[in-house]
């Protein structure tokens, strides 16, 4: 799958256009997939190489994201922003710094799962941000920077939920859509 954000590779991109035409075209293909939001949809299914009904790879897709872990029920997936960054003067193109990460784990008898978030943001995008997953009944746990002689200032926040993993990582996808960068 093409995707703007990736671990590894430069996304090359620069504006939020496409950054949502990534987003609402993950979300788009998803449709056309054997995807449900049906939370037990795919818990039945114990074989996670099974790609057909991976809840992993719902989850990833509708993220723009790629999938970094999927096994022992916990799936972690993320992007790298593409963003023009200098730490101590040199420019960095680290997942530590630029990169954004999903998880879920731990499904209950209906599917829901403990589903946690950390993105990175610029200054002038958090409080969109922050309000937009707020909206969705998303907890924000922290608003931190990690930097020193970072330029420009790079914001982290992290937030989690208790929600079926696929509605988790729409409502997320909706606020990512808030981004401008």
Known sequence: MDN???FGE???INDSTNITNNIESNNNSLNNNNFS???NSCNRDPDPCNKRCSMCVGFASILGSNILVNQNGVCVVGF?????????GRRTRSPLSIGSRFSYENPDRNG???????VVLLQNEVNDFVSALRRCGIIVTSINSRWLFDDPRLVYVN???????LDFARKVAQALRTIRC
């Open 4 to 6: 703007y954000f990736n």
């Open 10 to 12: 430069d996304p090359g």
């Open 112 to 118: 829901r799962t403990l589903n946690l978030g950390e």
């Open 37 to 39: 939001s049906n939370c």
């Open 159 to 165: 937030f989690e939920s208790i929600d079926c993993p």
């Open 80 to 88: 790298i922003r593409n963003l023009n960054v200098e730490i101590l």
